[in-house]
């Protein structure tokens, strides 16, 4: 795709501006909310504006194919996924939510897509790693972060905390602020991990690398040799 | 013997109290002194350090290193990237529990005689991040000789740390055998303190005593 500078006063229908008395609720929402209402029907829960951005809530279930369409169809173009994030409200009755933010650079749109996720039941949504590759690490965070489970997602695992870590997902607001275990215990099972575990042998299988790496590494990765010095 | 003695004007007066020159008529003299003081000498003059900066202290410690505050005029103008050719580790800023297997192996890497500084207050005691992530004070990991306190320290607070490891390092006897010993840790549990020792130098102090340890 090729992208072309858009200047101010040049006309064209996406060129750049500075939104002026954004109102704090309300207002106009982003064209791909009424495109979303008029594709998925009732999958839309609902439609909120709040200063200037667009945010929709959805179905759990269908937030892949929404997010695909998003990204695919030619009039929304959303070619960016710049977070995925949860949140956990202080209000343990509420449900918790996950985000994504979706940025077209095509039509200088964004727009928030939120799911509930009801408490008690499993945390578990549907990956939009087959469409955003980008999304690889954003979910290894919140799952590391939050413990919502990304079905469809290649490589699941902590990202931030190392991965032997037992003390759950520190976000989550039943998480005590210094860890569930005694200094000790955490500093011992700090030292119990391997720091080259996951971060030398097995990140290059991840990248690919293998046909560029000299061949006595490869001849240690495919003995299935974990760590090295 | 045709040699004259100096211990006075020599030594003492330019604060060498350990050395004596002798001059002959000659013009060709010699020195003599304890080996102790030749060796810490030596080496308190010669730092190499290893840095590990993992947070805001590294860039005070950059400044140290720069040109207006000069490390290199304590000998220090090597930064050692290598564990392997470095005498004096100085951790600069924070470290998580991710870490603490690094900053462990790190110091196991690094050749005897070797020294430790702890820079600012992430790195000696946790600091403000007194939660589920972070080291309280690395000290629980590797053994530490001088902390210097500030969030982040000035240049002149490192300096003056560094200034005190050079004085302690020219106390040291080569008579004491311990001083070289490398540190022991327990082999289960890989902690060289007890566990009950590194519960209570964590235990919240200052502000963070009012913090709860859980949330709802």
Redesign the interface.
Known sequence: MKFEIVKPGSGNPVEPSTPKNVPNRGGEANPSGAALKAQFGNAILRIDVVNGETTVLVETAKVLDIVRWLHDDATQSYEYLSDVTAVEHRDLSMPMEVVWHLRSIKYRRFVRIKTQLQKGAKLEVPSVWPVYKGADWLERECYDMFGITFAGHYDLRRILMWEQYKEGFPLRKDFPLRGRFSRSEQLRQALDANPEAKYSMEELKVADAFEELPLDMRARIASGEKTGE | MGLITKPEAGGAEAGMPHIVSAEPAGGEGWVTTRLDFLVNWGRSNSLWPMPFGTACCAIEFMATAASKFDLARFGMERMSFSPRQADVLICAGRVP??L???L??IWEQMPQPKWAISMGACASSGGMF????V??GID??IPVDVYVPGCPPRPEGLIYGIMMLQKKIMTERMSNKSLRDEMDPDPI???YIP??R??EI?E?FGNSVH??????
């Open positions: 529990f991710k603490a297997p690094v462990r192996r007194d939660n589920y992530a080291v309280q629980t990991i549990s890989k902690l566990a009950s590194i519960d964590s919240p913090q709860t340890r859980s949330a709802p």
